[in-house]
């Protein structure tokens, strides 16, 4: 018997010893590494998420969307807003069907671009029908803007397969008129092939002509 407590007393003592220890872990792991991680997943998710929210600024406000918008001016939109969201335009043409206003939106070196608004010259309100821009930084979620040639717009839009109108700008030179009547966009390219407009307007309807 007294062997037996004897052998016993030093186990006891030796498993004592051990979950002390195991204890002590678990105080460590939950009072000091739990909480560095929790700050850093914080810290990493509010970048994350600042990240994302530019990100969807930015397709909101630079993105062309055929049949709706480019930038933040969008088919169907009110005067008022349009006013309000882009300031006093720069120039304006008035006529018994429709209402052009344009803005000068950005300046790349020394080249000035527009971007504009025909709305439709109605009593009962006047809203866009037309929206277009001269600006490379507008682009399209698959990267066509003003610039791309036009090898890689019919690309893109495979529906376009032969300009639908030619004319002669202010310069005296030759513009083709490539327009997808059924998706509300429409590109104006110049004799080397390159975008110079870009329009989007209302679906099932025809790209018109920009007097200013």
């Not at 006047?126 to 929206?131: G, R, S």
């Given at each position: 018997?007294?062997f037996s ?7 006891c003592?030796?498993?004592?010893s051990?979950s002390?220890?195991?204890?002590d ?5 939950s009072?000091s590494?739990p909480?560095?991680?929790?700050g850093l997943?914080?810290?990493?998710s509010?970048?994350?998420?600042d990240s994302t ?6 397709l909101s406000t630079?993105?062309?969307f055929a049949g709706d ?7 169907n939109q009110s ?5 309000q969201i ?6 304006a043409d008035?006529?018994?069907?429709n209402?052009?206003?344009q803005?000068?939106?950005?300046k790349?070196?020394?080249i000035q671009y ?10 009962d ?15 399209t ?8 040639t ?9 529906t ?9 700008n ?7 008129v490539?327009?997808d ?5 429409a ?11 870009v329009?989007v307007h209302?679906k099932?309807q025809?790209h018109?002509?920009?007097p200013?």
């Amino acid at each position: 018997m007294k062997f037996s407590t004897f052998c016993v007393l030093p186990i006891c003592v030796f498993i004592f010893s051990c979950s002390q220890k195991v204890k002590d872990q678990t105080i460590i792991k939950s009072d000091s590494i739990p909480k560095a991680v929790v700050g850093l997943s914080l810290a990493d998710s509010a970048k994350k998420a600042d990240s994302t929210n530019k990100l969807i600024a930015s397709l909101s406000t630079d993105t062309i969307f055929a049949g709706d918008k480019i930038a933040q001016l969008t088919i169907n939109q009110s005067f008022d807003e349009a006013l309000q969201i882009m300031g006093d335009p720069s120039a304006a043409d008035t006529s018994k069907n429709n209402l052009l206003l344009q803005w000068k939106t950005n300046k790349i070196d020394t080249i000035q671009y527009l971007t504009t608004a025909l709305f439709s010259n109605k009593k009962d309100g006047k809203k866009i029908k037309q929206i277009s821009t001269t600006s490379p930084s507008f682009k399209t979620p698959t990267m066509v803007s003003c610039g791309s040639t036009l090898a890689y717009i019919k690309i893109q839009y495979p529906t376009i397969k032969k300009a639908t109108e030619t004319f002669t700008n202010k310069e005296g030179k030759t513009i083709l008129v490539y327009d997808d009547i059924k998706e509300g966009i429409a590109f104006e390219t110049n004799e080397e092939g390159k975008c110079v407009l870009v329009s989007v307007h209302v679906k099932g309807q025809k790209h018109i002509k920009i007097p200013l």
